[in-house]
């Protein structure tokens, strides 16, 4: 069961409330007895453990993840020569 973070915008009392997904959200604040208890938006608290995740799979700045080889199994046309040299000049004649 996810918790949930409620606090009330007419006395700002703040609680955690450990709820189903499928129940209600929360309306009266138990501590001024108003409807004014709205649910908070927060980050998720768990983390990706074990073989097969890395934390630099789901971080956002710009960098991306790298990318498989081709499905074919062939090389792109971008990629260098497979001896790592240079691709060799062309001769006009």
Request: with cysteine; aromatic share 8%; charged share 20%.
């Amino acid at each position: 069961m996810p918790i949930y973070a409620y606090r009330c915008s007419r006395c700002g009392h703040e609680q955690d409330v450990l709820r189903k997904i499928s129940d209600p959200p929360l309306k009266t604040c138990p501590a001024c007895g108003q409807d004014t208890y709205e649910k908070q938006v927060t980050a998720a608290g768990f983390r990706l453990k074990g073989s097969g995740w890395y934390e630099t799979d789901f971080r956002g700045g710009g960098k991306s993840a790298p990318k498989s080889a081709d499905p074919a199994g062939g090389a792109s046309s971008s990629a260098a020569p497979a001896s790592g040299g240079t691709a060799p000049a062309s001769t006009s004649g």
